[in-house]
T-cell receptor
Framework: AQSVTQPDIHITVSEGASLELRCNYS??????LFWYVQSPGQGLQLLLK??????LVQGIKGFEAEFKRSQSSFNLRKPSVHWSDAAEYFC???????????????FGRGTQLTVWP | GAVVSQHPSRVICKSGTSVKIECRSL??????MFWYRQFPKQSLMLMAT?????????EQGVEKDKFLINHASLTLSTLTVTSAHPEDSSFYIC?????????????FGPGTRLTVT
């Protein structure tokens, strides 16, 4: 079955500290992986995506993520968090597996990030 | 970048009435669009896949007679919540995938906040 696990519901970090948000996935075919950010009452904004190639992916706002196939993980990192990074972060997986509509994404439950000044 | 719009952004309706939400891809054609529902502090739940020129595909547990989806053109999908009840109050988000040859990105609308009184 296709699924995404974000084990941390809520993370709190101090401004300037490093950040890592965890994501593990289960997918029956070659996975396409995404990280999205959502501010309250807003839609989702793509931070970065992995389809193929270099397993370390750079995104917007200074975020990066590393695809580790052996661990079925796609963790999101940022070396120095800013107060404006406080938001909800969603990991998602999609692809071309049998029975799934192309473009369909499976989302994790999200990680709420709080940033202390 | 590509843009997906939703209208209205907020709607309040009385119990028993119907509400239509529009999702438009503004600068690309979308043969497929997705409709999600999001409860407070929770992840996105896929309700249905909207297919241009054919019937929508509903996820298990989603009432197709209550949530009517029409994908009449390559840039417009509509979700109609029929005979709305307070438990239908939620944040509804649409998305549309766009391929760029080797990968795709899912573009999300800003969401519609539905409140049923």
């Amino acid at each position: 079955a296709q699924s995404v696990t974000q084990p941390d519901i809520h993370i709190t970090v101090s401004e300037g500290a490093s950040l890592e948000l965890r994501c593990n996935y289960s997918y029956g075919a070659t996975p396409y992986l995404f990280w999205y950010v959502q501010s309250p009452g807003q839609g989702l904004q793509l931070l970065l995506k992995y389809f193929s190639g270099d397993t370390l992916v750079q995104g917007i706002k200074g975020f990066e993520a590393e695809f580790k196939r052996s661990q079925s993980s796609f963790n999101l990192r940022k070396p120095s968090v800013h107060w404006s990074d406080a938001a909800e972060y969603f990991c998602a997986v999609g692809g071309v597996d049998r029975g799934s509509t192309l473009g369909r994404l499976y989302f994790g439950r999200g990680t709420q990030l709080t940033v202390w000044p | 970048g590509a843009v997906v719009s939703q209208h209205p952004s907020r709607v309040i309706c009385k119990s028993g009435t119907s509400v239509k939400i529009e999702c438009r891809s503004l600068d690309f054609q979308a043969t497929t669009m997705f409709w999600y529902r999001q409860f407070p502090k929770q992840s996105l739940m896929l309700m249905a896949t909207s297919n241009e020129g054919s019937k929508a595909t509903y996820e298990q547990g989603v009432e197709k007679d209550k949530f009517l989806i029409n994908h009449a053109s390559l840039t417009l999908s509509t979700l109609t919540v029929t005979s709305a009840h307070p438990e239908d109050s939620s944040f509804y988000i649409c998305s549309a995938p766009r391929w760029d040859g080797s990968s795709y990105e899912q573009y999300f609308g800003p969401g519609t906040r539905l409140t049923v009184t």
